[in-house]
């Protein structure tokens, strides 16, 4: 089966630092997303992505998240400035295949990226 | 907007017996889908079982089905013969349509559930 590649899987930084998270979708998927996770909570949504652009971020997506599909196979994620409570496991997502059955509808779900903000 | 409720913080079952894990949704939309997807302890999210809004049929996945009652807005996963392996968290989410018409994909908070030997 396709699988959704994140990197890297373990990421600390400090404080006010800038981070990349980076994603490799699935190749023909038209939908992207990021979700985070902070330690046994429940798994939040920051922002989707469509036809290279945003087509929904929630309030958690402010001014120092960004993404970016840089060449047609990379998404990223930014975070400009890390705070603190940053720290949380994000996941890359992507669904849609226009080429496949129309029940084809499940999100496939990277493995994840433990972000540490120190 | 839409919106999923899991109310089961915790949920224990003895291996070999069924076990529910509830979820109800609320959407304005009349196309959608629902989703169950389990989180082990290692972190990563595994895709269980999926029923569209229009499937006649209840969505069955070896072990694992999905109750769905439309007019009562459920979808409760139903994890027959429990093993020890099923014990995770897990989360119902849903598929709709944001207002400018895009997919949108919301999550519950998740039920722990644990599975007793």
């Known amino acids: 089966e396709p699988e959704v590649t994140q990197t890297p899987s373990h990421q600390v930084t400090q404080m006010g630092q800038e981070v990349i998270l980076r994603c490799v979708p699935i190749?023909?998927?038209?939908?992207f997303y990021w979700y985070r996770q902070i330690l046994g909570q429940k798994v939040e949504f920051l922002v989707s992505?469509?036809?290279?652009?945003?087509?929904?971020k929630s309030e958690i997506f402010d001014d120092q998240f960004s993404v970016e599909r840089p060449d047609g196979s990379n998404f990223t994620l930014k975070i400009r400035s890390t705070k603190l409570e940053d720290s949380a496991m994000y996941f890359c997502?992507?669904?849609?295949?226009?080429?496949?059955?129309?029940?084809?509808?499940?999100?496939?779900f990277g493995s994840g990226t433990q972000l540490s903000v120190l | 907007a839409q919106k999923i409720t899991q109310t089961q913080p915790g949920m224990f079952v003895q291996e070999k017996e069924a076990v529910t894990l509830d979820c109800t949704y609320d959407?304005?939309?009349?196309?959608?889908?629902l989703f169950w997807y389990k989180q082990p302890s290692s972190g990563e999210m595994i895709f269980l079982i999926y029923?569209?809004?229009?499937?006649?049929q209840n969505a069955t996945e070896g072990r694992y089905s999905l109750n769905f009652q439309k007019a009562r807005k459920s979808a409760n996963l139903v994890i027959s013969a429990s093993q020890l392996g099923d014990s995770a968290m897990y989360f119902c989410?849903?598929?709709?349509?944001?207002?400018?018409?895009?997919?949108?994909?919301?999550f519950g908070i998740g039920t722990k559930l644990q599975v007793i030997p």
């Open positions: 992505f469509y036809n290279n652009e945003i087509s929904e």
């Open positions: 997502a992507s669904s849609v295949n226009l080429r496949g059955p129309s029940t084809n509808e499940k999100l496939f």
């Open positions: 989410a849903m598929r709709g349509l944001n207002s400018g018409g895009y997919q949108k994909v919301t």
């Open positions: 959407t304005s939309d009349q196309s959608y889908g």
């Open positions: 190749s023909n998927h038209l939908y």
């Open positions: 029923q569209g809004s229009y499937d006649e």
